[in-house]
Every structure is written in structure tokens, then in C-alpha cells.
């Protein structure tokens, strides 16, 4: 695959620039822990991929902290907790807290050199500004997010939506790459829409796939890296 060939990288956020597992974790262990749940952090990622994922797919239109709010209320309910308000606001108020992995800002500064970077993610808009505004700071050509899509992935029409969006830029989709931690909700669509893919393997010394479901089918993506700094440093040394 020739690098020089893509115009533009399209970004999934949380997951592969940020790490979510960590902000969610920071919100649900504190939690487990003042309900006496003896439950571990991997479970806990796990019930929440779980639910997320169904919650989305009933309420497309809802914004993101919604969908974290029901998060939490289901999350309680299974586990046998009492819904508590206070928990699911702190959950839905926490995506801007979310930290940036270490490599994540640097690796986008030298992409910026050489691509339009692209975020499509499930978000809601102002979830994402501020996470920008106190964990990236970095100017992105799009942000495309499930708020303004209507939908959220693994859904197919984010992808075409992308896709669409970017040749009224005049970026063809064989000129876009799709870069990814998430299986289910990134390489798979991705791949079945025929986008290339850069996977980003951030749990590659974890177990399962923490909170993503699992992909749901096998999936061959075109790169593989650990982190964004790795591949940043190929992009680098390919120009």
C-alpha cells in the first residue's frame, strides 16, 4: 500500500486518539467500589460494550451523554445497584476528561504534514470540542460526528456519509485511510465499504476488547500498529 497516495486520514477518537477505557474506568470503579461490587475493571469494560452498543442502535438520534446516561442506568440495573442520578450525570460529563494517550498529540502533528485529518466518531458535538479544546488542540479539516450523522457506527451510512462528505472536498474514497482501534465499530464497516485501514492495536497486551464488543466477523485490515506514535514514525519515514 502506497502512503503517498492518500490525501486524508479519518480518525476514530475515543479508542485509538483518546483513552476512553481509562476515563470510563476512572467513573465506573470508583463506583463499583462505594456499591461493594466485586467486580474487576476488565468485567466492568465489558458490561459497558455490551450495553453501549444496544443503546445506540435503539436511539441513533440521541447525543452522546444521553446515551451514557442510560449507560449507566442499565449498568446498575444488571449489576444490581440503584440507579443513582449522580452517577449517571458524572459518567455523561466525563468524556472531556478523557485523557489523550502519550503519542497521541505529536503522532497527529507529523500526520498534519502530509494528510487532512478527519475525525468520525460517536460523539456528540460538544462532547468533542471539549475534548479538543483540553486534550488534543489540534485543527482537524472535518469532524464528523454520530450527532451530525444520525447514526452511530458500526453503522454503514457514517461511512458513506464520510465518504460523501469528502468528494464534495474532492477527496476520492480510494484516497481516504481509516485509521482505528475499535474492530466492531471501525474496521469491519470500513472494510466491507472497501475504505483501507490502519488498525490501531492499543490493547494488544490485554485481554478480550474491553469496551467494544467483539468484531463480528474476522476482519483483515491493511496496517497494523501499536500506537499512533508507531505509526506516525512509518508515515514519517515513508516521505
Keep these: 500500500m502506497e502512503l503517498k497516495n492518500f490525501k486524508a486520514l479519518s480518525f476514530d477518537c475515543y479508542g485509538t486518539l483518546v483513552d476512553w477505557e481509562k476515563g470510563i474506568a476512572d467513573v465506573l470503579l470508583p463506583w463499583a467500589s462505594e456499591n461493594n461490587l466485586s467486580v474487576s475493571k ?112 458500526p453503522d454503514l451510512n457514517n461511512f458513506h456519509f464520510l465518504i460523501d462528505h469528502l468528494a464534495e472536498e474532492g477527496i476520492k474514497k480510494e484516497e481516504i485511510l481509516h485509521v482505528a482501534q475499535s474492530l466492531y465499530h471501525d474496521m469491519v464497516p470500513a472494510t466491507d465499504i472497501g475504505l483501507s485501514t490502519v488498525w490501531i492495536n492499543r490493547r494488544q497486551n490485554s485481554p478480550g476488547f474491553g469496551a467494544t464488543p467483539a468484531p463480528s466477523r474476522p476482519v483483515e485490515v491493511d496496517l497494523e500498529f501499536p500506537t499512533m506514535g508507531e505509526f506516525a514514525n512509518y508515515v514519517k519515514k515513508t516521505f
Excluded: C, M
Design 42 to 153: 476488565e468485567a466492568l469494560l465489558e458490561h459497558f460494550a455490551g450495553i453501549e452498543t444496544v443503546v445506540q442502535q435503539e436511539n441513533p438520534a440521541w447525543k452522546y451523554p444521553k446515551v451514557l446516561e442510560e449507560v449507566a442506568a442499565r449498568l446498575s440495573d444488571k449489576l444490581g445497584v440503584k440507579v443513582d442520578p449522580a452517577f449517571q450525570e458524572k459518567l455523561a460529563q466525563s468524556v472531556g476528561d478523557w485523557p489523550a494517550f502519550s503519542d497521541t498529540v505529536e503522532a497527529l502533528k507529523e500526520l498534519e504534514k502530509h494528510y487532512k485529518l478527519i475525525i468520525l466518531s460517536n460523539i456528540s458535538e460538544e462532547s468533542f470540542a471539549q475534548t479538543n479544546n483540553n486534550q488534543l488542540g489540534i485543527h482537524f479539516f472535518r469532524v464528523l460526528t454520530a450527532e451530525r450523522i444520525g447514526t452511530y457506527k
